[in-house]
């Protein structure tokens, strides 16, 4: 009988660690966060510009960030270094299947599967699919109050956006397009 009573107890005490522990969501407050993208060619010449955030969220233990997952709406990309006719082109150009192929992929998703915390934040694994294709994903996550923000870059030939990549084309030259895109968010919560 002492058995089972101690059982019972060690159960009570295990179940109830897990209830005080249980992950909480916090809602990202998409019209209120940027993200802003920029990309450039081989001579230098940066384009800049932003995405529209749908929808995302961390998941919290306490005021530990554990996960989370966040949804890009690729059809709000905009661009803020040109105006007018070229920013027009610039974007409708961009959005073609010769780079992100939004008629086909209208979001990208940023899926965190792992944290650890550090001196400058946290350090984040996650998984970015564009096109429909997944890769892995690292970068540092700073959270200050309601607002948490990084910077972080990727490979678009990982993602099949081939257009002026030397990834994929010889003889290039000065028209080659780098592979690598840099983004900077800002989320609010």
Same mark, same amino acid.
Request: glycine content about 10%; overall charge positive; aromatic content about 8%.
């Given at each position: 009988?002492?058995k089972?009573?101690?059982? @019972?107890?060690?159960l009570?005490?295990?179940?109830?660690?897990? *209830?005080?522990?249980?992950?909480?969501? %916090?809602?990202?407050k998409?019209?209120?966060? !940027?993200v802003?993208?920029s990309g450039s060619? @081989? !001579?230098?010449?940066? =384009?800049? $510009?932003?995405?529209?955030? /749908?929808? $995302?969220?961390?998941?919290?233990d306490g005021a530990n &960030?554990?996960?989370?997952e966040?949804?890009?709406?690729m *059809?709000?990309?905009?661009?803020? #270094?040109?105006?007018?006719?070229?920013? #027009?082109?610039? &974007?409708? =150009?961009?959005?073609s299947d #010769?780079?992100?192929?939004v008629?086909?992929h209208p979001?990208?998703?940023?899926? &965190?599967n +792992?944290? +650890?915390?550090?001196d #400058?934040?946290?350090?984040?694994? *996650?998984s970015? !699919?564009? +096109? $429909? /294709?997944?890769?892995?994903?690292?970068?540092i996550?700073?959270?200050?109050?309601g607002?948490?923000s990084?910077?972080?870059s990727?490979?678009r030939? %990982?993602?099949d956006? /081939?257009?002026g990549?030397g990834?994929?084309?010889d003889?290039l030259g000065?028209k !080659?397009?780098?592979?690598?895109?840099?983004?900077?968010?800002?989320?609010?919560?």
């Amino acid at each position: 009988m002492k058995k089972v009573i101690n059982s @019972i107890l060690i159960l009570a005490v295990i179940v109830g660690s897990f *209830a005080f522990t249980t992950p909480s969501k %916090k809602e990202v407050k998409a019209s209120e966060s !940027t993200v802003n993208w920029s990309g450039s060619k @081989i !001579t230098g010449k940066t =384009h800049t $510009g932003t995405l529209g955030l /749908k929808s $995302g969220f961390l998941e919290m233990d306490g005021a530990n &960030i554990t996960g989370g997952e966040f949804v890009v709406d690729m *059809a709000a990309m905009k661009s803020t #270094d040109m105006e007018g006719e070229y920013a #027009d082109k610039l &974007i409708g =150009h961009l959005k073609s299947d #010769d780079f992100f192929g939004v008629a086909n992929h209208p979001t990208a998703t940023l899926k &965190i599967n +792992k944290t +650890k915390k550090t001196d #400058d934040g946290y350090k984040v694994g *996650a998984s970015i !699919t564009i +096109k $429909g /294709k997944t890769q892995p994903i690292t970068f540092i996550l700073v959270m200050n109050g309601g607002n948490a923000s990084a910077k972080l870059s990727f490979d678009r030939s %990982k993602f099949d956006v /081939k257009y002026g990549s030397g990834s994929f084309f010889d003889n290039l030259g000065d028209k !080659t397009i780098s592979d690598t895109i840099e983004l900077e968010v800002n989320l609010k919560f």
